[in-house]
């Protein structure tokens, strides 16, 4: 009966790698990406004082414009980002701004748990104090769909 | 040794005051501005506490989900699904740095999410597990309490920042108004000194300009008034202007018979009789001795010819007796010339107008002699 438990939840895991854990949308285009694909296309590495770990960590990921660049074709300037938990934020000038899409922290893929699937950072804090957490109002973790808005 | 000037000292005074209410200012800003950062930085993990509440949220919203999984079993995939969900969510937000670094029970609160997620993830609904939900209910409590605690400690200390700031404050603002006042009453001496000093150059100055015997002009006003004329003449005014220089005849042999206290008085009679015919537009002067000159401002050659007759007749009609005079009393001579349109120098004007008094005095004194008036004629 356990080894049968066990089995089932290594097919549980698997499964859940090839859920869509982000939704892209531009006008009338609308991609869906799973975590192993986001994971897969990683290609921008930042390390950096992690305010929310309270360390340097090692970010990996995208550059946001580059990201939606690659995947929607289009050079974003406004973007609205939803999470998991309801967050709904949208930014402005986003082509201006280091803004980074991280998918794993320190080697380990993001995880609802640890702020994922896809959490978005800035890398360039504008001399801002890195522990100073009222600083990352504009970070959003557990992203689950990103719109570009540009009119 | 040098005393230091009064204009130093109150530049240092200021310089003083500048830096005094600069530093007030500063400091004040500085420790209000951190007794602020105490209460809303969030550095000082005051707004941390809201991360914990929305844990405890979704933790709580857990429950409901999982004993409906019991009441209906035909939803359970859904209700598990969701339930994982609210969990994850739970687990994320007690995943923050400072609380797994402050708070012991939080990694322990951690593993017990997790632990209660994979049961239920595997499917166990049975038995409920009261130690880890009572163990991550009492972590919450304990979370949020410290972070009150740490909130009104903070408080506290702006409190009492602010408290010593308004002191500081108090003080400063006495000082700062003490210097000022004391600027203020300094400025005002200097100001006092300054006005007296410039009234009393002014009274030198009308002294000097003025001769105290006849209560006409002096010498150096003459010079004064002469280069004036002169600097503008004839470009920029082209009024008629006349001079008249005129002397009291046989004065020397009057002061001689009658003395010099009858000399004055004489040369007060005459020029106080000569300032009655003067319209208010000419200058009296001074020249020297019994020697006077006039200059009129915006009159013609016959308008000034015609005064300086009338002078002549007021000096006679004084009738002061004087008994080397050809006439027996004392009478004038006088010189008229107007100035023409070229330039002039003050010397050249004085030399003019003189060697016209001098023709009046070679024939026979007790007249008026102008420029156009021939020897003959005088």
């Known amino acids: 009966m356990k080894t049968i438990m066990v089995f089932c939840c290594i097919g549980l895991m698997a499964l859940s790698s090839h859920v869509s854990a982000l939704t892209l949308v531009s006008e ?48 974003a300037t406004s973007v609205r980002f939803i999470a998991f938990d309801g967050y709904d934020l949208t930014l402005n000038n986003v082509d201006q701004r280091k803004l980074m899409l991280v998918v794993k922290e320190n080697g380990e893929v993001l995880t609802v748990r640890n702020h994922g699937p896809l959490r978005l950072i800035e890398t360039d804090l504008g001399g801002h104090d890195p522990k100073n957490i009222s600083l990352f109002d504009d970070w959003v973790w557990m992203i689950k769909r990103i719109e570009v808005v540009d009119e | 040794m040098n005393r230091p000037s009064r204009t130093l000292s109150y530049i240092g005074l200021l310089l003083l005051s500048i830096v005094v209410v600069f530093t007030l200012v500063l400091l004040n800003t500085v420790r209000f501005d951190d007794s602020l950062r105490a209460i809303f930085n969030r550095d000082h993990g005051l707004y941390d506490q809201a991360f914990s509440e929305r844990s405890q949220s ?107 700031n308004q002191y500081w404050m108090n003080i400063g603002v ?38 105290h015997l006849t209560a006409t002009y002096s010498r150096m006003a003459l010079h004064e008034s002469l280069e004036n004329l002169i600097k503008d003449w004839p470009h920029h005014h082209n009024d008629s202007i006349g001079l008249v220089f ?37 200058e009296h002067f001074r020249f020297g001795g019994e020697e006077f000159f006039i200059i009129h401002r915006g009159q013609s050659h016959a308008q000034v010819v015609e005064l300086a007759d009338r002078m002549l007749q007021a000096v006679r009609d004084l009738n002061i007796r004087h008994p080397k005079s050809s006439a027996g009393i004392l009478t004038t001579s006088v010189g008229v ?10 010397d050249e004007l004085i030399k003019k107008v003189d060697e016209l008094l001098y023709v009046a005095k070679k024939h026979g004194r007790n007249r008026v002699v102008d420029e156009f008036a021939g020897e003959e004629d005088a």
């Open chain 2, 246 to 282: 005129y002397d009291l005849d046989h004065f020397k042999q009057f002061n001689d018979s009658f003395g010099h206290v009858a000399g004055d008085k004489a040369l007060r009679d005459v020029t106080a009789a000569i300032n009655e015919l003067l319209p208010s537009c000419a």
């Open chain 2, 174 to 211: 006495v000082a700062v108004y003490g210097l000022g006042i004391m600027l203020w009453l300094l400025l005002e001496r200097q100001h006092r000194r300054g006005h007296k000093s410039e009234e009393e150059k002014l009274a030198w100055q009308n002294r000097a300009m003025t001769d």
């Open chain 2, 58 to 164: 979704y933790l709580i919203n857990a429950l409901p989900l999982l004993k409906e999984m019991e009441a209906r079993p035909s939803d359970m995939e859904a209700l598990r699904e969701e339930t994982l969900t609210q969990l994850d969510l739970a687990y994320a937000y007690l995943n923050i740095g400072r609380y797994i670094e402050r708070y012991e029970c939080v990694p322990v609160s951690l593993d017990s999410i997790l632990s209660i997620r994979n049961h239920i993830e595997q499917g166990h609904i049975q038995p409920f597990m009261y130690d880890a939900w009572a163990g991550i209910l009492e972590c919450y409590s304990l979370v949020n309490r410290n972070q009150n605690e740490l909130k009104a400690n903070l408080i506290e200390r702006a409190l009492v920042a602010s408290s010593n």
């Open chain 2, 337 to 346: 010339y107007m100035l023409e349109q070229r330039e002039y120098s003050v």
């Open chain 1, 28 to 75: 009338d285009k609308e991609i869906s990406l799973t975590t192993a694909q986001l994971v897969e296309q990683a290609n921008y590495t930042h390390e950096m004082y992690g305010p929310f770990r309270r360390q340097t960590t090692l970010f990996e990921g995208f550059i946001l414009t580059d990201f939606l660049k690659q995947q929607l074709g289009v050079n």
